[in-house]
């Protein structure tokens, strides 16, 4: 990858010069790699700086349920941005998700980011939120598991990036989680503790992902129907900017899980600027198998049909539609060689889709000219 004019670029490099800009970039969670080409093909026509991503649940040693290691995951997107000439993209590791913290888990975690640094990764995004001390007197106390954790991580990566820069993203609050009364919100006296302990053990996170209300993937009305997401607390998220500016943290907003945002709201009523990077997963696994239902119907059927017999057991008073909804993304794996086989003109429907779809996000998040500006800030 390296002296190759087309490979990744540091993800602080990106996220630096769109700060301040009134501008999201949109990290596309590839399930199905050749999503790539689409979306590196729009951003180049659009001129929009891009993080390709995929989470550890995604991505890791035994290949995750997309079926793709690190190294496969990098090579796939070096060759897309190589084959398209696109220059102004990070190759970012979503959610390296840390969920009880033992020696066994940190050990193994580390030996993930020794594989996505040796694949060429630019960007990094550890996910201690899970840890929280329920017992805490306060909030330092309450966070402390998650800022040990992220501070032990990020000087970790740091040592094996050997003088490199790149892109660090750090989590408070669990994207998604509930209690009894709905979804609990990341509140701003927690995001400024937890930067502000990071910044004091010489840690400096780009971006910060907080729970503000949206969840991955899909969201469901009672019947299990496929609704839009209009969960985003905006009012939340802008408090949370504020209150990081008013302490003089600087560091922006990665809002996950916008799958499912209206992007006219997206585009109107989206806090720009305060949120800086955008990430889009299932958005785009829901294209291919939306050009898979009328160009491969056998094919579709097959991975419907593997799909409810494992998961229908699981999910007892689900509908199928919801079952497969939610666990379509397991298939992904077990079909991997059909799904990386297509005939081209499937494939040319896929990257068209997603071209077109691409289009939309980039102006809703007014991304369009964030590449030049990245160009330069390297220059
Ligand atoms: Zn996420």
Same mark, same amino acid.
């Given at each position: ?11 602080? =490099? ?6 301040? $800009? ?8 590839? +399930? ?28 890791? %040693?035994?290949?995750? #349920?997309?079926? /793709? ?39 193994? =975690? ?14 990094? *995004? ?29 000087? #970790?990566?740091?040592?094996?990036? !050997?003088?490199?820069?790149?892109? %660090? ?15 609990? /919100? ?9 930067? $502000? *302990? ?26 299990? !129907? ?14 949370? *900017?504020?209150?990081? $500016? ?18 006219? %709201? ?12 955008? !990430? ?14 009328? #160009? ?5 059927? !097959? ?8 998961? +229908? ?25 059909? /799904? ?22 980039? $102006? ?16």
């Amino acid at each position: 990858m390296n002296g190759n004019r087309f490979g990744p670029i540091p993800g602080s =490099t990106i996220l630096r010069a769109v700060a301040g $800009r009134n501008a999201i970039v949109m990290a596309a969670n590839v +399930r199905i790699a050749s999503v790539a080409k689409g979306i590196f093909r729009a951003a180049k026509d659009t001129d929009s700086a891009v993080f390709m991503e995929l989470a550890r649940s995604e991505c890791n %040693l035994n290949g995750g #349920y997309t079926g /793709l290691t690190p190294a496969d995951f990098s090579k796939r997107m070096n060759q897309a941005a190589q084959d398209v000439g696109f220059d102004a993209w990070a190759l970012h590791a979503d959610h390296i998700t840390v969920k009880n913290g033992d020696a066994a888990e940190i050990d193994s =975690t580390k030996q993930l980011i020794d594989a996505q640094i040796a694949a060429g990764y630019t960007s990094f *995004a550890i996910d201690a939120s899970h840890l929280f001390d329920f017992e805490g007197k306060n909030v330092r106390e309450e966070l402390d598991p998650n800022i040990r954790i992220t501070t032990d991580l990020a000087r #970790y990566i740091k040592s094996k990036m !050997n003088g490199k820069d790149f892109g %660090l993203e750090v989590e408070v609050g669990e994207i998604g989680r509930k209690d009894g009364s709905g979804l609990v /919100l990341t509140k701003p006296e927690e995001a400024v503790t937890y930067i $502000r *302990a990071l910044n004091e053990s010489d840690v400096w996170p780009h971006v910060l992902a907080i729970a503000n209300g949206s969840t991955h993937g899909h969201t469901y009305d009672a019947l299990g !129907n496929v609704v839009e997401q209009l969960s985003i607390d905006i009012p939340q998220t802008k408090a949370i *900017a504020q209150a990081l $500016r008013d302490n003089n943290l600087h560091v922006g907003i990665a809002q996950h899980g916008i799958t499912g945002t209206p992007r006219d %709201l997206i585009n109107l009523h989206f806090p720009k600027g305060d949120i800086i990077k955008g !990430n889009v997963g299932t958005f785009w696994q829901d294209v291919v198998f939306n050009v898979l239902k009328v #160009y491969e119907p056998a094919l579709y059927r !097959n991975i419907q049909e593997w799909t409810l017999e494992k998961y +229908r057991p699981l999910n007892p008073g689900k509908s199928d539609r919801q079952i497969f909804d939610g666990n379509c993304k397991m298939a992904i794996k077990e079909f991997f060689r059909d /799904l990386y086989s297509l005939d081209e003109r499937t494939e040319y429907a896929i990257q068209s889709m997603t071209y077109a779809e691409c289009l939309i996000f980039f $102006r809703a998040f007014s991304s369009e000219g964030s590449a030049s500006l990245v160009r330069k800030a390297i220059q």
